[in-house]
């Protein structure tokens, strides 16, 4: 299933799961925003990365948290402690 | 926010499990409702109820939007996928949730283009990449998965992707809330309340509940601690006899949610006049439709979509299970004729649902259920 290969639900580790359609979300740490400011790549605590639509937070910069679902991020942390990272930044 | 690893703390999960026994009256029984899935899923998959004194009972509400969808929105999805040329996405859950005619992978499997994507914008994406083919995405989910088709929807404009149309399913989470705390007979003593859609919606949007229905909700993060803290805040509110909104979930929940994601929803979306869910029925205002400032987006006015209302098949208990009414394994088909493998009802579809987390984690049978 989709949401399984990408990663289980909620904020981080938690097993089989659909992230994409249910309450549901992942806390991902931002490495860059892109040029336009539109996007970020961002990394999860399992290191996966992936590249997010932050139009519907304020402005992110890297190193800040966010709470991602379905590849948007829908709530921003600025300088809070980085999400641990497995496997570097 | 803080390390995930905080909020499941064995430990630190005992020493808040022991404090519940004093916040209970001992003949008295408590009925909480998480409403989401994925507290569904912590609840079986950290066994929260081994924790829970005597007396108090988790039942599962109809926060799953896949489990809520009604098969004749899945033969409109079907319907618009076997139009020659069309390319229809969707989340992967939605794949195998029964129709009355199939499934969407079904669908897949005798030549329609069905395709799972991980965001709507995934499915703008594959609009770009075959401007010869029409690209629909059916959208689905409450206000967490609302923002991001909105955002895709907008930026499909501003980018002027033609072939991209949206097949809406969105539902909202007050709505169903309603309707259930409306019906006869309900024996709900508090809610658990969806942590990721407060904070689209914000923790004041439930204050509905203790505000005209008298019962109390804790707005919930989703890690053990965060369950075993928020049944302990609602324990507390009965003990004392109080009955509030608490918001839990404070280190991502705000008062008043995401505004911008609000904004992006209420410019893309209209509320439908009604809408039918999954074991409890048509519900006036529960759903969203594309708005007429959008209507160039709006798969159900650029194709034909039958739009039946079906019954749910006479075996499936989802309605039952979805109302709380009973626990999964009291369905007559729970393990049996549906499991995971061959679902008969959308809650053993989805993982979220509480079918398949009861038939996942082993909760097979009365005895497990009352051990």
């Not at chain 2, 109809?62 to 969808?69: E, H």
């Not at chain 2, 923790?203 to 601690?225: C, H, K, N, T």
């Not at chain 2, 034909?304 to 109302?323: H, S, T, Y």
């Amino acid at each position: 299933m989709n949401g399984a290969a990408r990663g289980p639900t909620g904020e981080g580790e938690r097993g089989p799961g659909c992230i994409t359609c249910g309450d549901v979300a992942v806390r991902m740490r931002v490495l860059a925003v892109d040029a336009t400011g539109e996007t970020a790549r961002c990394v999860d605590a399992g290191g996966r990365r992936e590249t997010v639509a932050t139009a519907l937070v304020a402005a992110v910069a890297p190193g800040d948290a966010l709470l991602v679902h379905a590849g948007v991020a829908l709530h921003h942390d600025p300088g809070t402690a980085p999400v641990p990272v497995r496997g570097g930044a | 926010m803080r390390f995930v690893e905080e909020f499941r703390d064995g430990e630190l999960g005992r020493a808040l499990a022991a404090e519940l026994p004093a916040l209970v009256e001992p003949d008295r029984t408590y009925k909480l409702m998480e409403v989401c899935g994925g507290h569904t899923h912590t609840i079986y998959r950290y066994a929260i109820e081994a924790l829970l004194p005597e007396g108090v009972e988790l039942v599962h509400g109809p926060g799953c939007p896949v489990c809520v969808l009604p098969m004749g929105r899945v033969d409109d999805g079907i319907a618009v996928a076997q139009h020659p040329g069309v390319i229809l996405t969707c989340f992967g859950d939605m794949m195998r949730v029964p129709g009355s005619r199939g499934s969407l992978q079904e669908a897949r499997s005798v030549g329609a283009d069905v395709r799972m994507v991980y965001s709507p914008l995934d499915a703008l994406r594959i609009a770009r990449e075959n401007p010869e083919r029409e690209v629909v995405f059916f959208a689905l989910g409450f206000e967490t998965t609302a923002p991001s088709t909105a955002l895709t929807l907008m930026r499909a404009r501003r980018e002027g992707v033609p072939n991209f149309s949206c097949l809406c399913n969105h539902v909202l989470i007050e709505p169903p809330l309603r309707a259930l705390l409306d019906a006869p007979g309900l024996e709900i003593d508090g809610f658990i309340g969806p942590g990721h859609v407060a904070t689209v919606v914000g923790a004041d949007a439930f204050g509905f509940i203790p505000r005209d229905y008298r019962r109390p909700v804790v707005v919930s993060g989703f890690e053990p601690l965060d369950v075993l803290q928020s049944i302990k805040m609602l324990l507390t509110q009965l003990a004392s006899g109080r009955c509030e909104a608490e918001n839990q979930y404070r280190r991502v929940v705000s008062p008043e949610g995401n505004l911008r994601a609000r904004e992006a929803m209420a410019e893309v979306f209209s509320p439908r006049e009604s809408f039918e869910w999954r074991g409890l029925g048509s519900i006036a205002h529960s759903a969203l439709g594309i708005s007429d400032a959008y209507a160039e987006l709006d798969a159900e006015r650029r194709f034909v979509v039958p739009g039946a209302q079906l019954e749910d098949p006479r075996e499936c208990q989802c309605g039952e299970v979805l109302r709380g009414e009973i626990k999964p394994w009291e369905c007559r088909v729970f393990g049996t004729a549906c499991t995971p493998e061959r679902a008969i009802g959308a809650c053993m579809v989805s993982p979220e649902g509480a079918c398949a987390a009861y038939y996942s984690y082993g909760r097979h049978e009365p005895v497990a259920e009352t051990a």
